[in-house]
């Protein structure tokens, strides 16, 4: 693939049919310290939920925020 003229990229027509990208598909970039990940919004869904499997988020944010409180009454 090559970058064309205002950033246009063609995408090749096996990938699109493996990937069943259609006309008017859209798609999103995420750009990573690996490189850029070109995706539709339910597989970048289901990627990010896999990797959340087993994670508490709520109780993580809630033990940041204590550690921080416990730092501010220090200064």
């Known amino acids: 693939m090559r970058v ?5 990229v063609v995408l090749p027509a ?10 008017g598909t859209v ?4 750009e990573t310290d690996r490189g850029v990940l070109l995706t539709r919004r339910d597989e ?3 990627l990010v939920r896999g990797q959340l499997v087993g994670t508490d988020i709520v109780s993580d944010l809630m033990e940041e925020r204590r550690r921080a409180a416990v730092r501010e009454d220090a200064e």
């Open 14 to 23: 096996d990938l699109r049919k493996r990937r069943d990208w259609s006309e």
């Open 4 to 8: 064309g003229e205002r950033g246009r």
């Open 27 to 30: 798609l999103i970039a995420v």
């Open 44 to 46: 970048l869904e289901s």
